[in-house]
């Protein structure tokens, strides 16, 4: 098959293409980090919004206090982790430097800070269930401090991927700009 400039380049045999259909591996762990970054953004949508309900239930007065227990003080400032899981979907589209480093710095403040607040807050509570196996407050039927223990569990270890992706990420964003700047 002839090429529209006229036959094909003598020395080729078409075989030549396999170079240009390889995508580059920073294409690659951009998209392959963006992923895992989406899931762990989805993962603390859930956990927000558990947090949320608890909050909304006890200040409503929509239950009784016996089947969902007043919300711990650590509760109302971690409502404000929504904020950085919002701003990283914004900064993953078009590839935002600056949203993502926001991002990253607002999870630290506002969700870690709140759940290292919280486990102090609660480790008392946390003791006199373990030595005495009494508990006060309840979510529908288990002891709250045991749930929301589950909850900062599950929170630290998401909140903490998030970080780490992010900033692998970051990484891969500046090492294509860098890249860019010197061509």
Known sequence: MASRAGPRATGTDGSDFQHRERVASHYQMSVALKSEIKKLNL???VL???VAAQVLVSQLNLVSHRV???PYQWEYPYLLSIIPTAVSFMALPRNNISYLVISMISAGLFCVAPIIYGGMEMFPVAQ???RHGKAYRFIFGFSAVSVLYLLM???VQV???QIYYS???LDTWF?????KKKK
């Open 159 to 161: 909140h903490g991927w």
């Open 68 to 70: 969902v227990a007043s």
């Open 48 to 50: 927000w919004a558990l």
């Open 43 to 45: 993962v603390h949508a």
């Open 128 to 130: 006199q269930l373990y």
């Open 153 to 155: 569990v599950i929170a």
């Open 175 to 179: 090492t294509t700009t860098q890249d």
């Open 167 to 169: 900033k692998k990420l």
